[in-house]
């Protein structure tokens, strides 16, 4: 068994090599046209905001642009326009905290201005890249003009200086429009009534003003564009932003890139790997390329990117429909985990008084498959366009307690309905196709989906989420362990070890590759579960020492892939690759540290934490008294399929190491049980109904002739 571990690690590091030597450099050009680029950032801009009547200007040009979603989330839950023109100057996710509000106003100097106090700025430890931006373009002899404070802020190199500054664009001389390569406009007419008096951001409403006040000011935010695209050299890249939220809610901005070739076409970028989507360091990298200054390698954003065609009302209805679907996420995410939570407590509750008494089992298998099919139900409900109903939330919730009731169908209606595992490894199974599917065709399931990621939210827009890889691991190691307890029962014990092992790293490589899954964390955990579970198969005693070098195991593995990651060019990499390049340099300490304390922060979780309680006491007391706990149903699974032990404890092994090693947390474990224990008791209560089932009555059960 240890020779087996040990080829398939090794056959697994020579793929790695193999397709990081196959992996194409890339060029280091970017293909944009090299020149004069413009920002025009209008804080609070939603594409709901934007039609023909209301906004001449902006929908004029949103018929010369790319369009897209723009997700301006730095460091807190809402980006005030301080942080994002920060952002935009440090070209990575910036933040002022406590003075989240206004951008400070710039003191003229000479033709230029200066921004008060910037070094407080620098001197700060997470905002050490402030002025990236304009000392980029500085050092390549490129001067800026700024019109506006946020514009200013964004511009100013690492003095705090810009070249060209005036509030407004009609304080600014015409001909002066011309002497810059890099100008910004901030247009901050949206977001004013939302500042308090002392210039902070008013978190106490979502939307304090009417609608009608609300369009007049969109209106005038509008006028104000027009009177800088009159002003603006023709020759210009012209950048349209909605760089910041207001109040309280995040919300998907305005994106505008108007170059050539751009029209009638999505605009997405290689950060999210979406063609409809960009973030806001994003802006950094385009306006850099733009006018061919190198960019620094502290830039996390890349250049933006035309992407798929689509004629500007399409566009537009997509658009609004991404926000309201991400809007809708998050008005349900609260609810949902603590809807799902009280299911499960209830859930373990009523196994037990049941259980005890030998009543209702058909009705506790059916519920643990019901509760089982829910998290696949909340991908497959994305199959639908729910968003585009009267009532996106009924629709959303109406499409995962259908797909549930099919999953949970397809389980018990099949061949499979009275075999021992047939029902609980269909639900796996469904699961875990969902999930690789849907890697494989560019997580649209995952993207808007109340266990997946928005772009709102802006914490991930692509790959294998955390919680997704709970249940991608979990299911994965329960089908294959189905399968391997089938190759078992005809004497096939090398080949369910086998199984196991290529199922497994197959889809942790599926998890984890670069620009597929993505998930750093995710590769760690998975890869000790896999060697547990093999192990335990073979009939192998598992030792601490033995899970210590699967673990180290799982670490080498991730590093190799980030390191192939880290040799494509910087702006082909995604955040494995940096990673490493921050671990070369000695920045990956306060990534770990930010890791650390959001997983520690998750421990607390009221939605999360009832649901890894619940389950992990039902499980000790089955353990402790198994007669007391299942009536007997685990030991009775257990017994005649040692296999689904083996898998389960792999299972556990990655839920617990992938919440330790993901800032996630506790999701990760309590979602992994969530979907393994279900499951496992389903399947343990047919057992006791086969067990106390007269002979000759029901189908036989697979049998093992050797215990592992």
Known sequence: MKRALASTFLVLGWV??????????????????????ALIGVSGLSW??????????????????????????????????????????????????????????PQPQGTGAVIPDFDWLTEMAEQKYTGTLGTAARAAGKCTTAIGPGAALALADRAGRVDVYAPTPTALDTAAWSRCDLIAVD??????????????LSRESAEPIPAAERAALVRQ????????????????????????????????????????????????SASTHRDDMVILPDITATMLATAGIATPDSVVGVPWEIGRAADRD?????????????????ALGAAFFTTLAVLQVVFYLLAYLLLRRRRSRPLIRIAGLALASLPAATYLANLIPWWRFPAPLAGLIGGILGFAALTCLLALAGPWRRHLLGPPTVVAAVTAAVLGGDLLTGTTLQLNSVMGFNGVNGAR??????????????????????????????????????????????????????????????????????????LLIAGQRVSLAKLGVACVGGGVTVMAIAYLDYLRPAASQTHLGRFFGQVLTG?????????????LGTLLNPNLMPIVIAAIAFLVFAVVRPGAATAGALPALFERAPVVKAGFIGALISGVLGTLVNDSGIAVLSMALALAVPLTLAAGVLALQHQDSPTGTTPPLPTEPATT
Not at 251 to 267: K, Q
Not at 314 to 330: E, F, H, M, N
Not at 474 to 487: D, F, K
């Open 16 to 37: 790695l090599m193999l397709a990081g030597v196959a992996t194409p450099a890339g060029a280091e050009t970017t293909g944009l046209p090299v020149g004069r680029v």
């Open 48 to 105: 709901s905001d934007l039609d023909a009547a209301n906004t001449p200007n902006l929908w004029r040009l949103t018929g010369e642009s790319a369009l897209g979603s723009m997700s301006v989330r730095t460091v807190g839950t809402v980006t005030c326009p301080y942080d994002a023109w920060l952002t935009v100057s440090a070209g990575s996710r910036s933040a002022v905290g406590y003075r989240c509000g206004a951008p400070p106003t």
């Open 187 to 200: 247009v901050d007419v949206l977001v004013a009534p939302y500042l308090k008096k002392d210039g902070h």
């Open 221 to 268: 935010a509008d006028t104000v564009v027009g009177e800088a695209l009159a002003r603006i050299p023709a020759d210009a890249t012209l950048l349209v932003a909605g760089v910041s939220d207001h109040a309280s809610v995040p919300h998907l901005r305005v994106g505008m890139w108007r170059t050539a070739g751009a029209a009638g076409h999505h605009l997405g």
């Open 314 to 330: 399409t566009a537009v209805t997509v658009l609004k429909g991404a926000d309201v679907a991400g809007q809708t996420i998050r």
């Open 461 to 534: 827009y692509y790959g294998l989420g955390n919680i997704p890889f709970a249940l991608f691991a979990t299911s994965v190691l329960l089908v294959s362990a189905a399968i391997g307890q089938a190759l078992i029962n005809r004497g096939r014990r090398l080949a369910a070890v086998a199984v196991i092992l290529v199922l497994g790293t197959s889809a942790m490589i599926l998890g984890g590759w670069p620009g597929v899954g993505s998930d750093f964390g995710g590769v760690i955990a998975f890869v000790p579960g896999i060697a547990v579970a093999a």
């Open 587 to 599: 920045e990956a300490l306060p990534v770990i540290t930010r890791k650390l304390a959001a997983m």
